[in-house]
Every structure is written in C-alpha cells, then in structure tokens.
C-alpha cells in the first residue's frame, strides 16, 4: 500500500487561509512542486500552498531545513528542478515533512507564521510559472482504449492491450501553460490527393496526464517494473495540441509535424507522495487480462491506478465577450486508462533506453467509456460528423482563432481532502505568414 | 554555387604529413571539428588533420587565433561543441581559414611548424573521442525511395513524394561510435500473435547520413528553405541500429523501443564548408516532379544534393580469428536521396517547430537503386529470404552477438581532394539478463 503519513492527515489545516477553502487545489495535502519568478529576479523552485507560494531559496535563508530536507531545497533554487528529480522521492518527501509542518495551523512551528508569511511567501498574482524541469525528452504514449477505439473507428490494433504503445514527442516546444498556441502551417488534404499548404483546418486538443521522471536509469539497465515507481517524481496536466490535417497527411512513422509545435504542462508538479491517497487498482480492463511478466507486479495490480478526474473547457471569443464562464467540454478519469504509469515507465526502459530526471511522459488522450469523456475533439466530432454544441448555441469541429482551452485535475476520495493540479490552459492564435 | 575558396585549393599539403595520403579522410580540405580528451584530462574541442588532432584550447593558449577565429575557438573549448555551433558558419568558416593557414606546408606560418607540433597536436591514438555536442534532438527522416520501396514491399506511400517523411527519436541513447551494442529485450512476433518476451533475434544496422543543426530557430518562425543551408553546420555518420523484431511487432505510432536502445554517430563534423566542393543538383526523382514551394529554391535545385559514398563493412568474430578483413557489404551514395538535407530542415521547421544548436537530423537508410546499394540488412534479406553471403562462406540473415558494423564515407570529385568521415561503428553483445 503506498505510504500515508501525517502529512495525508485530512484534519491538517494551514496558517495559510487560502489553502483550506474546499476548491484549492493546492491544501496543505498537496505541497506540489513549481518554477516560479517575480520580476526582475531570476527563476527559483517553489512550493504551491493555497493562493502563495512558498519561495524555497528565501527559506533555505532563513535556515528552516536541516538534513535530507535541506539537500532537497538545495537542490530547487535554480532554475529547473532537474536536481531535485535526480535525488529522488526520498528527498522529496523528507521536504514535504518539513513544510507541512512549517505550514501547519497550530503546529509547533506555528509561532514563526508571520515571520515566514512576510519573509518566504510569494503571492501567485505577483508569480510568473515556468516550466518545472528542463525537458531533454518528452515520451507521448496512447494508453486510452477507448481513445484508440473511437479514433480507429473501431477496435484498435491488437499490439495496444499487449505493450503500451508510445512515440517519441518533441521536447524542445514543450511550453508553460498560458503560451499562446500559434496554428501551424503544413500541408494537409485527403491522402494521395493532391496536398494544400496553408494554416492548420483542424485544430485539436488532447487532454493527457504527465509524469516527470525522477532518478532514471543507465543505458542499457532496464528498471524492472518493482522499481519503476521510485522513478515517478511527480505528475502535471499535458494539452498534446493537435494538428489534425497535417498529422493525418503526414502519417507514415507516427505523429511528427501534428504535434511538434506546442504542448503545454501545467506548472506544479504534483509529487508522488501527495497523490498516495489516490491510489487505486490497475484497470483490469475486460475479460481476463495478464500482462506480459514485465509489466506485472502485485503493488502494480493493488494500487497501479491512479483516480484523479480531469476536464477541459472551452472559452470562445464569443463567450468571453459575453461575460460567459468558460464551458466545460470534456469529463474523464486517469483510471480508466489501459495501462499504469509504472508500466509505461518499466516498458519504455525495457530495451536499454536511458531516461533521465526531468523525461516527460504523458499519457495518451485520457478518453473513457463515458459519452462526455471523450478528451479531444476528433472523438467528439466523429471526425467532423457531430459537432460539439456549446451552451450558447455556437458549434465547434475544431478550435478557431481565439478559442481558449483550458485543462484542471483533481483528485477526490472518501476520507481525503481533495488535491488538484491547478490549471493547463492556451489561446490559439493565428497563422503568421512565413517569407519563402 | 557553393563558394570556394584557398581551404579547398587541391594543391594544398600540410606539413603534418599523415594528412597528404591519397587514404586519409583527414587532409588539410577537411579539418572536421569534434570532442576529443586524454586519460586525465577534460573533454574539449578539437580539429583533425591526419592522424593529428589540433587541440583548440592549446591553440588559444598560444595565441594563435583573433576575432571571429578566435570567438569560434573559444566557443569550442568546452565538452561540447553546442556554443560554436550556436555561432554559426560564418565563424566556422573563419577558423577554418586560420586553422588552414597554419597547418599549411610552405604557407607563411610554416616555420611555426614545430612549435605547433609539440604543444597543439594530439596523436589520435592518444585520444578517446566523445560525441561531438550535446544532443537535445534528434529527428530521423526517411528519405530514401529505394529503401522504402523495399522495406514497403513495392511502391512507397504517396506522402513519401510530397514531403520528408520523419519521427522524433530518441537523443538519451545516442552514442560515439565504438560504444557497444548491446542487444535489445522486447516483445515480438507476428503481429496479433501471442508475443515472445527475449532478446532481440533480428538485429539490424542502418546506414544513415547525418546533420548538426547550426543556430536554429525560435519556436513558431518557420525556417524559409532559402535560409536553411546557414542551420546545417556539419555532418557525421549515423547508425540506426534497428531491433527489427520489437519494430515491426511494437509498430503503430511509429518506431520507438526498436530504435532507442542506441543510435552511433561518428565523432567528427565534417563543416558545411568542407563540403562546398562537392555539392551536386537535388536529385529530381522520376519523372517531372515538382516539390512544394516552401521546399523549392534555385540554390536547393542546383546544389542541394552532396555526393558522398557511404560504405558499410562487416567483421564477423570468425573472420576476425581468421584474420580476415571486415567484408564490405555496402555501397551507397547520399546523391540519391529524394530530398536534401536544407528541405529536411526547412520541412522539419515549417510548422514552427523550433530548432536548437546541437540538433542531429538524420536521412534516413541511404539505399540507392543498386543491388549493392541495399543499406540495411532487412533490404538485403528481403525479410529473411536472401541472406547476406560473406567472402568467407558465412551467411547472415541479421547481426549475431559479435558482429562489428562499421560506416565509412567519402566525398571525391574531379578536381578536388578526397574528404572522409571518419569511422562509425559498433559490435553487437549479448543481451543481459533482467532483474524481474
């Protein structure tokens, strides 16, 4: 069973007000991991509690940390958290220890409250969020059974229920959310036809789910799947922007031009310990299932599985210049996904391949059996049959100019308080016409 | 046209001595840069001149370079040529020129001669080489017609004649050449079959022809073909060892765990400007063909192909206890490729994709239309029904635990020096055992 400790405890509050309200995503449960800078000063780690931000370099000033714990916050004052992946979950959780009683309403350390609020907290409104880790690799796997489904018209290859299938994504325009998505230009048009060159007709969403590698592992050196999980650091929202002409023209060796000009993750790392209480068994997906012997491993059967619901919602120009709140598209759920993260972790490295603190996997479309889960607008449309209606009667197959798509993730169980992810979100913008 | 200048002046000799043999792929035309460093020492930049190699921290040292020269020098001092190649041509070029003046026999710094000799070059034999950057990216196009004809079993998918095919794949595993081979776990077997779990049993090398991205682009500015020559800094060799077992079972979203267990690269970066002389027209295809405008230029039609050949031998441990010679399997030329390497490029940033320093892209297995010219095993065999006969009796369907595949490549035209690549090569060890 993965690990509680009083840091779970749902009876802990904070001295910070704003993380005990009931829609923080970020209570005194969560502590998750950022990199964040106010102006004029260079980007640091940080730690998300309600509303503010505990800024770790200001802490580690004030000499709050000792052992594990300080070598943890060492190792998140620069500009990336890289170093604090590689040191791994022990580290991480021997940080989050010592913040959550930091942070903890009545707690022994609960004196020095004000001291801290003034000199360590940074409001978010005076924050800009930048991208957690350095991103040397971003894996982009199709975990979705029903995403596959909908997408093949019908069943999916056999080959998907028997390894989780994956393609390497381009790590370079990986981006923060909030950076304008720019429609890309390509060629696209019905295969074998003649192709049109212009702006991207098609433009797509997909809601993933991410995990940030921790430690990793030598060339050549599987990481067997009892071991995968010390290698999840954290976990983040992932919009897999899609360009659908271009990725259905130019398939031939996977996903290349469709996807390669933005994806955006949300800021916060969610780390592993936080989502302990989430836990649950992995799908067994239907009928009888064994997965192959190095994918299988009772912790990953019990507590594989990860329930954490996410959505997406949609903001039209029109909408926002009609006061209207932004209409929710998408409901689905991280556990009805075909297989566990550790699963994909243990089978990306089951050849040899390397992957290093900081690595990105995402998901796959997070699509489930629900008629409102299907996580992007393809399976929605039908590919261009059915399109989504929105609550002021305006209609969409793909996004248009000025469409604003925004992702949040939470986590809910009986006896827990609820954790989220914060948010995921980007604008499309025009094409720019190119010199030639 | 391409400009030359007094660097590829074919009467110019070196007085170091090793660098004037018909053989050598190193002559005073060439001075390809990579990382090289000595038991003990730092990793650091370094130029090939004959068996020599110009050490450009010792160089500096001596004061031997100014301005742009010595920008460029200075930015290759590190473990990774990243910050010259962020620099550009035009400072290669200047270095380039000086280096030339320098190594010159009878130029007008040649009674510097053994000075230099002592303090500034290295014996190859004395060096270990390193990858010549550090490898963010790395994206593999398929660029062949002749190989994916045979791969395909007849006529490629029409897309392949509308743009250059490509995937991401995987920078993490990418490996100076001599780096072991060790043979892959994975699933494969007849797709829709019970899978086997095992070491690869159909190991296969392809013979590609690579390029490092000089500065490169922001994300969303396309790249105009007419600026892409100024992004290719260099060029190496690549092999793509391919696990053709897990390839071809895992297959869906494109390569991934067939190809990411290791990729070599020769250690040298032939520049863009040693290759001036032997720039040839785009190869036109079949027929009258017309590539799409953002792929079309008068320069890319008039010189955008380059006429290498590229060689791949093989050594088996029989043939090494016997002696004998590795056996040269194939004979190819990078002229044939359907697009070059500026469309590569200018494809690959068209939809805004940003680019960066250090960036390998690959052609793809540069089989051309001889029987010879078959730059894979799996063209070869024709999927395991013509096995490969060696010179000793030995046949091989694919690469046995042992076998050592080595690149070479050689650009030669009328009235110009002869410049090569280096080696890439690789031998084949068993797989090893996993902890479950």
């Known amino acids: 069973m993965a690990q509680l400790d009083q840091t779970h405890d749902p009876n802990r509050r904070s001295w910070v ?10 209570p005194i449960q969560n502590l998750p991991f950022g990199v964040f800078s106010r102006a004029g000063e260079p980007a640091r780690g940080g730690v998300a ?8 370099t200001a802490a580690l000033r004030l000499g709050l940390f000792s052992g594990v714990a300080r070598e943890a916050a060492e190792a998140a004052t620069g500009p990336a958290l890289n170093p604090l992946l590689a040191l791994g979950r022990r580290h991480a959780a021997a940080l989050r220890g010592r913040l959550s009683e930091l942070l903890l309403a009545g707690g022994t350390e609960s004196g020095r409250a004000p001291e801290l609020a003034s000199e360590v907290l940074v409001p978010m409104r005076d924050a800009t969020m930048h991208l957690p880790a350095r991103i040397e690799a971003f894996s982009d796997f199709s975990c979705s059974i029903y995403h596959t489904r909908r997408m093949g018209g019908g069943n999916p290859r056999p080959v998907f229920e028997q390894l989780p299938v994956a393609y390497n994504g381009r790590a370079s325009s990986i981006r923060p959310s909030g950076t304008p998505v720019r429609r890309p230009l390509g060629q696209f ?22 995990a940030f590698v921790g430690p990793g592992n030598a060339l050549g050196e599987p990481i067997p799947i009892t071991e995968a999980e010390a290698h999840i650091f954290g976990y983040c929202l992932v919009n897999d922007w899609s360009a659908r ?4 023209f130019e398939s031939a060796l996977g996903p290349f031009l469709g996807k390669s000009f933005l994806t955006s993750v949300s800021p916060w790392v969610v780390t592993a310990e936080a989502m302990a209480p989430f836990r649950v068994p992995a799908p067994r997906g239907e009928g009888q299932r064994q997965p192959p012997a190095y994918l299988d491993s009772p912790q990953n ?16 120009p029109r909408m ?5 709140a932004p209409a929710r598209i998408v409901r689905a759920n991280f556990k009805h996904m075909f297989w566990t993260m550790a699963q994909m972790l243990t089978h990306h490295a089951s050849n040899g391949c390397n992957l290093s603190p900081g690595d990105l996997i995402a998901s796959g479309t997070v699509s489930g059996p629900e008629e409102d889960s299907k996580a992007c607008l393809a399976e929605i449309n039908s590919r261009g049959e059915t399109p989504l209606t929105l609550p002021n009667g305006e209609t969409r197959n793909w996004l248009e100019n000025g469409d604003e798509v925004s992702f949040a993730g939470r986590a809910h169980r009986e006896g827990a308080v609820d954790i989220g992810f914060g948010i995921c979100t980007g604008r499309v913008e025009p094409a720019t016409v190119v010199r030639q």
Chains 1, 2 share one sequence.
Do not use: C, K
């Open 320 to 324: 926002r210049a009609e006061g209207a």
């Open 245 to 248: 002409g271009i990725q259905f």
């Open 49 to 56: 509690i309600g509303d503010q931000i505990v800024d770790l």
């Open 301 to 316: 059967r019990d507590e594989g599985g990860l329930d954490i619901e996410l959505t997406a919602s949609l903001l039209t």
């Open 189 to 210: 048009g019905p295969s074998g036809s003649a192709p049109q060159y212009g702006p991207e007709p098609s433009m797509d969403f997909e809601l993933e789910f991410g």
């Open 17 to 26: 007000e704003t993380a005990n309200g009931a829609d923080t995503d970020f």
